[in-house]
């Protein structure tokens, strides 16, 4: 058996997942807690890149979101130097497999195929004309659907602030799922999601890049508490932002899963960088100077 076999059987966090938790209004979503096996999430959490890891520019900056490692494009910290644990929940969260999982818990969203085991996904349950608006030609299946995977930070904070108000995320995303591995001694408060809905008679704005606040309304909260997963599909108004985060010394720590429509512009994938110059300095930082993390040992 290889080694990627191997990862690829590493639990995820849908293995536990009740079709009966999910929740359809205002937007198809699911909170899980306990996702993972106590051990795993230990494993993952005992691994996670501390702020000595991150490069000290980054690291200063205020409640900054940056990618350590990922699936796909540019990382602070070198693919190379991935921790197993997160090689294995990278691998195991980019599988066909996982994005079927996914879509079993939504069978609304999708139609039978007239082949076994095919699902097409009905686009028009992620809002009017996305078909026309992504330029599909032809229909697309679940097995079409790119999955990638993200460990992330959000920085410390020295001025409360939200990392991000009500939004909707790219409209090339059909479905998008946070995973948060909040650490023992994390005693901070803020940065949970927050999930919204347009208020009674507001003027929709589909896959709004920035919803007015004015115009939404707040209809549940899940808590940044260990080991929970919270995944919804990207419908047009499948709003949600994080709320303000206060002072404090440590950081967010996440995952983020998500699934693309085929034809999404790779370029397009470069993580939230400030800039070309970060781009440059992520590129050169391992060679001037190559880190040394405990974690990263065997």
Do not use: C
Not at 24 to 33: A, T
Not at 204 to 220: G, H, R, Y
Request: net charge negative; aromatic share 10%.
């Amino acid at each position: 058996m290889s080694v990627s076999d191997t990862l690829l059987k590493a639990p995820t966090v849908l293995d536990g997942a009740d079709r009966a938790q999910v929740v359809l209004e205002p937007f198809p979503h699911i909170v899980i807690e306990n996702a993972l096996p106590d051990d795993v999430f230990e494993a993952l959490s005992s691994s996670f890149p501390t702020l000595a890891d991150l490069p000290a520019d980054l690291a200063g900056t205020n409640n900054k979101r940056f990618n350590l490692y990922a699936s796909w494009g540019p990382t602070e910290l070198p693919k190379e130097r991935t921790p197993k644990p997160w090689l294995a929940f990278l691998e195991a969260h980019t599988s066909v497999e996982f994005s079927r999982k996914v879509f079993a818990l939504f069978p609304g969203a999708t139609v039978e195929g007239a082949s076994p085991g095919v699902r097409w996904i009905k686009t028009e349950a992620f809002g009017e004309g996305l078909a026309e608006k992504l330029g599909f030609s032809k229909p697309v299946s679940v097995d079409d659907v790119i999955a990638r995977a993200t460990v992330a930070v959000n920085t410390p904070v020295s001025s409360p602030t939200s990392v991000r108000g009500p939004h909707v995320d790219s409209i090339w995303k059909a479905y998008v799922g946070l995973y948060y591995v909040r650490s023992d001694g994390d005693d901070s408060s803020g940065g949970d999601l927050s999930l919204y809905r347009w208020k009674k008679g507001a003027k929709v704005d589909p896959w709004t890049k920035k919803a007015d606040p004015s115009l939404v309304e707040e209809f549940a909260t899940v808590s940044y508490s260990p080991n929970t997963y919270v995944l919804m599909l990207n419908t047009h108004d499948s709003l949600h932002g994080v709320t303000t985060r206060r002072e404090t010394g440590h950081i967010r720590r996440f995952a983020v899963t998500s699934g693309w429509f085929p034809g999404v512009d790779e370029s397009s994938l470069l993580g939230r960088r400030r800039g070309i110059l970060e781009r440059v300095k992520a590129f050169v930082r391992p060679i001037i100077a190559p880190p040394t993390v405990a974690e990263y040992q065997d």
